[in-house]
Nanobody, 121 residues
Framework: QVQLVESGGGLVQAGGSLRLSCAASRPTFSNYHMAWFRQSPGKEREFVAAITWSGSPTIYADSVKGRFTISRDNAKSTGSLQMNSLKLEDTAIYYC??????????????WGQGTQVTVSS
């Protein structure tokens, strides 16, 4: 079992940037692909981005492509999501996931507790 803890969320104005981090409790994290999902009130959890255990390739939801960048540091057992040009519709709780693959929630085994991102006008 691997515990995941997200951090870095907060309140930001539209057009601004935030960097989310995901810290894993065990170095076995380096063997797993990881992903970021998000969930807005009243909506289902949706895929944002994923990265393989080696760091490449990466995949993105169309809604964030060109604005968000997923990365990882296996030596530190951490993953990150750099979010630029934030929009109001990016407001959500962002979740880190590991050990799985794909754009479906069901495809991932380990989840963090989430971090709130709020984009204001």
């Amino acid at each position: 079992q691997v515990q995941l803890v997200e951090s870095g969320g907060g309140l930001v104005q539209a057009g601004g940037s935030l960097r989310l981090s995901c810290a894993a409790s065990r170095p076995t994290f380096s063997n797993y692909h990881m992903a970021w999902f998000r969930q807005s009130p009243g909506k289902e959890r949706e895929f944002v981005a994923a990265i393989t255990w080696s760091g490449s390739p990466t995949i993105y939801a169309d809604s964030v492509k060109g604005r968000f960048t997923i990365s990882r540091d296996n030596a530190k057992s951490t993953g990150s999501l750099q979010m630029n040009s934030l929009k109001l519709e990016d407001t959500a709780i962002y979740y880190c996931a590991a050990r799985g693959w794909g754009t479906s929630v069901q495809g991932w085994n380990y989840w963090g507790q989430g971090t709130q991102v709020t984009v204001s006008s």
